[in-house]
Every structure is written in structure tokens, then in C-alpha cells.
């Protein structure tokens, strides 16, 4: 029986192993040295917060992995050997694969501050993350974070959540202004200040950090010459592949683990997946590193069907996305470019009272509709996705917005007032069609 | 699941109260101070007006003096900052010593009325804590109070004002703002006002429960009983007796399916009745400690369902005995022969609905269905040879043990003990979720018959486990979610927290058409050209 390991077990690698059991009667093992069985990363803060115990954020009850014979095994790969196709553990003898999954992630970025590894001093990606973090705050008054991204907004709810204030230095002129348009940016910024105990420092960097006698962060240093006292100081400016154990063997690696766009890599029965993968060559409008859950996926999806016979190349629909700014949700389907493409306009529907902006973005001649940011509203997947696929106008997209409306029963809706703007800004008439049940739209063709 | 971590607590804002906190902990204290004076000591207060204005004020403006000094300052939106590191929510010493004392509370309630002062000064008058709502119940009903005067007070007043709570923490939401309405409408004047200004009135028909309009059989479960009946026909009562009489046969037969058909069961447990109702105001802070593990899930199924066989058999050898007699009062109506009609009559289209939903239904439980059948035929046959025999006890066993044996077991351990007591022990939903026999109804006509499911929102679940660890109902919502599958479950109340507290958006309470509704493969979005998703 073929031996198919996995290193890695978040949602790549683990996505990787349900995919090749259904389809397959391979011995699959997964080998990690973070935790014994797979948690959802992206629910770490919530632990911290303590909306959950850390059990809650473990997706599969432990009779899942014994049901569906994944092996898992938490130990530490110290090397790979790719000709006796043998990987050398920490603890436990060694293990012979057939074909090897690299699922391993990235680590957050340090780019070489001073006082980068003082006590005190950490990002936010593991488990032991959340530990040390746990330890690292107790009792403490003041915090700094550096980086203004998902990240950083996460440890920033986290800390708040324990009375910790905090500073947040941000690089760029605006909030995650390399991904978001300056007025979607701005519109979180809003919503940030709203929260006690949270300062925004735009166009400031961190220099240094300082240290008092016990060799702990005291102070940090920003490089306009600012001075900011903590006892935290949280590195969020973002994060990269974790492959400094794979570098300097055969396998080809740059920023991640380079791989063709069947998810191989240079070795031989050798694949990576997840954040940890760079495609030699971009797919579609993407980037060569994707590190987003669903992009890990999707990764792990595609590289089951390639292990049980179906070779298969890594080709994921439209761009999708989501995440919470504190109280604000944030969905996104298609693309969004913080700065717009030559042919691409934009119109921008706002209520701050309600705390709700929708960014759709069309092509200025085709009104073919491009993509959208959604804060505050809930927007149905399966219809964005569907009229990206069928190139609706921006016009029909408008039209059925009551249908792709995807907020609880009762809540007040805002698309007679989007609608009418729309109309008014771009002088046009779309008449805004009443509610129709959302599977009947599925079926009709654009 | 093997990792435990226990996170201590760093600069928790648990610990460190604010004025109106402070006020609000002190105003219910002093409440809980009276009564537990009255309760334990017996001792009789005077002038009780006052003292019971006190205590319903405390009970009153406490909780929602401490919930405005927990959430006010903050924006709206979902507030679950330490609830795991909180004495009271997580099974700490506060949460056992809540239990004890309510589990203590029940235990008193159900048998040791004594303890209260019910009834036990000269000439029957109230002494202790029953004394002290006797002003109020004068009000109501023109009469003193007894021990369920005061629970429906006491249970009553938790719903208000822990419904005011519940309804400024999820201010960011209208479903939970007019669902929480409801609720309290429900029970302060469905459940509450209505029976004792009628009892006031003189519709002394058997009693608080059987003038509660909302509360269905089965889960009143003595709907049907010949005392119940007579008493409802009784010239005497009329025409309140009959319209009663109508009125919940209509609600179970034709109200209760077709509703649920069109929203699912959520509008008798999340909305109207008087159990769902504390659940989800009082218990709301302990909705999280449902279990979520299968096993659960298959205890959930066993139990509930034979709590329902059992009730449905009950009830079916009590009118049974009650027809065999040679005189009940339905007689003035027609011949035992039309009653025991109707009883068969009954249970065969029970076994036909069940063989139409086995044919008609979705998924591997739909088997249950012929379960459903097979139980539903072999009473048919026990009874016909109860009937052909002659004999006056259906099912060879007396109908009046059957229900002495329910009442104690269920009516008062499960719904009451284990049902409320333990809330701060294993969740809110406990007796919604394992005992309740009108959950079982529901749940089976929502599971097979219903327009109602929670709809995932393509690709965008991120796993999180916020929607498993708040379901109430121990449902693992996540385990649909993360598939990109709508969710179809009995259990699912639809008290809509699990789509509230969802941090991307992925779920949607809907009714719907229902092809389509069940989606067993289903296609994560986003990722269509996969193959193994697309079959």
C-alpha cells in the first residue's frame, strides 16, 4: 500500500487527507509538531478572548482521524531525503514516504528590528503562539502592534479584550492600504477609533524596541523618533513561507517552495500545498504566494485528485475573501484592487451610521461587473460567484441585490437607497427587482 | 478531545466590576437574600407587600442594571469576551453553586411545598416565601398564592428582565429583538396573565398549565385525560372549557405542522413556548456548554423520541380507559364507540404519515420514519386486542401508572431538575433537546416536512467553531458549514445565534422551497472545476 505523508496539519494539509481518503485506500499519515490534531487557525484569537476553549476550535472530534485511518504523528521533520524518500524526525525513527506533501505553512515576518527577539516580543500564527501570548501579557498595562493588517487587527481585539491598551503602528498612509481602496480603508479606520484603549499611528515604522533590565521589551522606538512604553509588542507585518528547514537541499525553493501548477515540485512524488507554496508562475490575476485559508484549501483539493490518479493543476474560481474588523464583517467577491485598473471605475455606497460601505467596482465601457468590498452587509457567495462567471453588468448585479441580500430575516435593507444612487451618480435607470427566492436566480442565465 | 489548555486569567474584565454592575449585583442580592430568608427560615415577613416589591424589583432591575454596566460603551455586536474564563459560565464554583441552589429550588417545588410556607398556617393560609406574593395574586386572581403562583412569578419576571438583558446584548440584531419580544409577550401574558385573570374569573378548570393556550400536548401531557376533558365540558365552564378544548386540538393537529412546515419548528421553541423562552433569556449565558459530541447526538435522538413514544402511548391508553368506562361525560357528545374510532383512527394516519415521509424524505434518517410506522402498528394491533378482549386497560397496563410514572420522571426530574437546575451544568436546551415530546413532533416534521433550513454561504467558512460552540441545541453547526451544506437538523430551534455569532457571514436562517434543501454533496464555491465536488 502506498504511503502518502503530509507535513503540516492545518487546513492544506489536513483538506489534503480527507480528499485522498475518499478517493483512495492509501496509508496516510500526517506528521506536526504544533499540535496533535488540526485546529482552525484563524480561530486562535477567539480562544485567547475566551469565546472558546481551544478544543472548540478543533474542527473533527478525535474518533475522526482513527474512522477515517489518517495516522497522525507530532513530531518535528528535521530533514528530507528525497532519493530514499525518507524524512528524518526529532523524536521518532524515521519515516519512508511514497509521496511527500509539504503543508507547512508560513511564520510571521521579522525583518531585522533591534530587540526583534526580547521577551515580550511575538507575532501570531501557531498554537505556541497563543501560549506565549497568553504568558507574554499577563498582567500588563500597554501594548504596540506593528503592521496594520488582518493580523494586527486580530491582536489588537485580543488585547483589548483584556483592558490592554494599544498602539498600532501602520506603515502605510492607511489601514491595510495595500489591499483595500483609501475610501474602504478609511471606512475601518472609522470603525477602529471607535474602540477605547486602540491608537492608529499612520506612516510610522518601528526602529527599535527597548529593553529594561530583566531583558524584557520596556519601550519601542518608531523611526520618526517616537516613543511609545509597552510591555507587548506584537509583529504583525505579515507572513512568510516557513521553509528555512527545506532550503539547501535539491528542492527548489525561493520565498516558498516553488511548484508547477499541479502543486509538484522539483523532487519527484514531492508536492507542496498552502501558504507554504510560490507558483513558478502566477495563476490568473493572483499572486505566487497565497495565504489565505481558502486558497489552502483549495490547494489541498487539488493536489488529493493529482496523489489519487487525476492529475489535476491548481485552478481556483473567482478571488473570494472575508474577515472581521472588530464588529464590522468583511466580504469580498471578485477583485477589488486598492488601485484601480486603467479600464475600471467604481461606485461606492456608504451609511455610517449604520456602519456599512459597498465598494462594487465595473468596467468603465462593458459595465461588466468586476468585483465588490461588502462591510456590514452579508452578500451570498453562490450569486457573485455566478455573475462574475456569466459576466453580468454592473447594472444586473444592482438589480438582484435584494436576492443576494444574504443578512438575517428582519434586518433593514438598504438596496432601494443603493440602487437610487446609483442611478443618480452614473445617471442610469436600474430598477431594482423585488426579492425572489435566490436558488430560482441560479438557474437563470444572465 | 485530547488537548486542554487552561488559560488563567491576564487583566480580565470579569474581574473588575463597574458602578452599574456593582448596583445591579447588589439590588439582586438583596432579592435573593429575602427569599432564601423566607425559604430557609419559614419566617413570615410583614408587611409582605413590601417586601415582595422589593424582591421583584431586584430581580428586575438587578439583572438589567448589570448587563447595561457589561455591554454599554461598547458597539453592537457580539459580546462573548471571557465567557470561558467566568466562574458562573464555565462550570466553575459559581455555576455548581447556581445549579445546587436551583436544582434545590425544583426539588422543594415539586415535593417539599412546605418549605415555602404553601398552605401551611391556620385555616391553610400562606406563611414564608408563598406569603410574600399573596398581595399580587389577590390582584390576579382574587385569591391567595401557592407555590406555583409564585414560580410562575419568579419565572416569569427571569423571562422580562433576562429577555431585556438578552435583547441589549444582540441589539445589533432585529431577529433577536422581535423573537425576544415575542417571547416575552408570550409568557407574561399567554402564559402567565391570561390563566390567572381567567382562574380569577372563575375557569377553574384544572389549573394554571391547562389555561395556557400555547402549551401543546405533548408536552401537556395530560391534555387529554378524562379529568381534564370532563372538566372542560363541564356546563359550568362554558364556553371557555370547549374553546380551550378546540383550540388545542387545532393546535397540535393542524397549527403545529403547518407552521412548521412553512418556518420549521422555531416558532413554538424559539418564539412562543414558555421553556424555550427562559432557555433563551435566563439561560442564554449557558448556551455554550451543550454538548457537541456525537455521542450526544445519538443519545439526543434515542431519548427525545421515546419521551415522545411514551407520551403519544400515554395519552392513547388514558382516553382508552377513559372510553371503556361506563359513563364519561364526552357521552352527552357521542358513543364510546366514535372514541375509540378516533383513537385508531389517529394512530393509523400517524402510521401513514410516517410511511409518506419514509417515501418522501431525504437521507439515511428517513429510516426512522418506518420505525415510526412500526411502533404506530404494533399499538394499533395491541389495542385492537385490548378492544376484542374486552378489556378496560389498553396495552395491558394501567393507563393511571403510566402517567403517575411520566409525571414524576419527566414532568418533574427532567423538565424541572435536569431541565432548569442544571443550566449552568450541561447548557440551556437540556430538556428542549433530550426530553421535550413536542421537540420530537416538531423536530420530525422540520427534518422531513419543512420548508426551513440554515443555508451556508458558499465557500467563506473558515472552521472557527463560533456556531458549534454557541448552538444551545449541541448541534455541530460547523461540521455542515465547513462543507458547504445547508443545515437540516430536528434538534435546530432556530434561535438564529449560531448565524449572529458567525465572524464571516456564512449563515442564514431560511425558509424556503424544498428541493434543494438538503444538499448532501454539495459544491464548496469558488472551487467548481474540482471534481470530487461537483458529483
Known sequence: ?446 | MGTTINYSIAGDKTQNLNTLQKIGLTLGSISLFIFLLTWVTGMTLTPNWLYLTAILFGFSAGPVLYAIGTYKGLPAGIKNNGVYFNSLTNRGALGWIGAIILTLFYVCLYWYGDWFGNGTGTDGANEGAVALFDPLSQIMRGAPADKWFLYGTFYTIAILFLGIKFMYKYRNSKYHLIRTVVVMFSQLVLAYMLPYILEGLNATSGGYYSLNPINSWPLNYDFMTGTRIDARIAPENQPLGVAYMVWGIILFLIVTPFVTYFVGKRWYCSWFCGCGGLAETAGDNFRHLSDKSLKAWKIERWLVHSVMVFVMLMTVAVMYSYFSKSEFSLMMYFPAVVGYSLLFGLLGLAVLLFIFLYFNGKGKSRNFMLVGAVIGMVMIVSMLLSYLGNDSQAFGISSDTIKKGYGFFIGAIFSGIVGVGFYPLLGNRVWCRFGCPMAGYLGIIQRFKSRFRITTNGGQCISCGNCSTYCEQGIDVRAYAQKGQNIVRAACVGCGVCSSVCPRGVLKLENGPEEERITDNPIIIGHEKHPTLRR
Request: proline content about 2%; some cysteine.
Open chain 1, 1 to 446: 500500500m502506498e504511503h502518502v505523508v503530509i507535513i503540516g496539519n492545518g487546513i492544506a494539509g489536513v483538506t489534503a487527507a480527507r480528499h485522498i481518503r475518499k478517493e483512495s485506500d492509501k496509508k496516510i499519515t500526517i506528521i506536526s509538531s504544533e499540535s496533535k490534531y488540526f485546529f482552525s487557525r484563524t480561530a486562535l484569537m477567539y480562544v485567547y478572548m475566551g469565546h472558546m476553549r481551544f478544543q472548540d476550535i478543533q474542527p473533527y472530534e478525535s474518533h475522526f482521524w482513527k474512522n477515517n485511518r489518517i495516522d497522525l504523528i507530532e513530531d518535528l521533520v528535521e530533514s528530507i531525503d528525497y532519493q530514499s524518500k525518507t524524512l528524518k524526525l526529532k523524536q521518532s525513527s524515521g519515516v519512508k514516504y511514497d509521496q511527500l506533501i509539504l503543508a507547512v505553512g508560513s511564520k510571521p515576518n521579522r525583518f531585522g528590528w533591534k530587540g526583534q527577539d526580547l521577551k515580550g516580543v511575538q507575532g501570531l500564527y501557531s498554537k505556541n503562539d497563543l501560549e506565549l501570548m497568553e504568558e507574554n501579557t499577563k498582567g500588563i498595562k500597554e501594548a504596540v502592534i506593528v503592521g496594520g493588517g488582518l493580523i494586527g487587527v486580530e491582536m489588537a481585539e485580543m488585547l483589548l479584550s483584556r483592558d490592554i491598551n494599544v498602539s498600532f503602528l501602520i506603515r502605510e498612509k492607511t489601514f491595510w492600504g495595500n489591499a483595500l481602496p483609501e475610501v474602504d480603508s478609511n471606512f475601518v479606520t472609522q470603525h477602529l477609533n471607535r474602540h477605547h484603549g486602540l491608537k492608529l499611528l499612520f506612516e510610522e515604522e518601528l526602529d527599535e524596541i527597548i529593553a529594561d533590565e530583566s531583558g524584557r521589551a520596556k519601550e519601542i522606538k518608531t523611526k520618526k523618533g517616537k516613543t511609545i512604553p509597552c510591555q507587548f509588542v506584537g509583529l504583525a507585518a505579515g507572513v512568510s513561507p516557513n521553509v528555512d528547514f527545506l532550503k539547501e537541499s535539491e528542492l527548489e525553493v525561493d520565498k516558498g517552495v516553488l511548484v508547477n501548477p499541479d502543486l509538484s515540485t522539483n523532487q519527484k512524488d514531492v508536492y507542496a500545498i498552502g501558504d507554504c507554496a510560490q507558483f513558478k508562475t502566477s495563476i490568473n490575476d493572483r499572486g505566487p504566494v497565497e495565504q489565505v485559508w481558502y486558497t489552502g484549501r483549495m490547494m489541498g483539493e487539488t493536489v488529493a485528485q493529482t496523489i489519487t490518479g487525476n492529475k489535476m493543476n491548481y485552478a481556483p474560481s473567482h478571488w473570494f475573501n472575508s474577515a472581521k474588523f472588530f464588529d464590522v464583517e468583511y466580504q469580498t467577491y471578485g477583485r477589488v484592487w486598492a488601485e484601480p485598473k486603467e479600464n475600471e471605475t467604481s461606485f461606492v455606497w456608504k451609511n455610517n451610521e449604520r456602519e456599512i460601505l459597498l465598494h462594487f467596482v465595473f468596467d468603465k465601457n462593458s459595465k461588466v461587473f468586476k468585483g465588490i468590498n461588502n462591510f456590514g452587509l452579508r452578500l451570498r457567495h453562490d450569486l457573485f460567484e455566478k455573475w462574475l462567471n456569466e459576466q453580468a453588468t454592473i447594472q444586473h448585479v444592482l438589480k438582484y441585490l435584494k436576492t443576494a441580500n444574504f443578512d438575517p430575516e428582519f434586518f433593514k435593507t438598504f438596496e432601494k437607497d443603493i440602487v437610487d444612487a446609483f442611478n443618480k451618480e452614473f445617471n442610469d435607470s436600474v430598477e431594482l427587482a423585488p426579492k425572489k427566492w435566490w436558488r430560482k436566480l441560479m438557474h437563470d442565465k444572465v
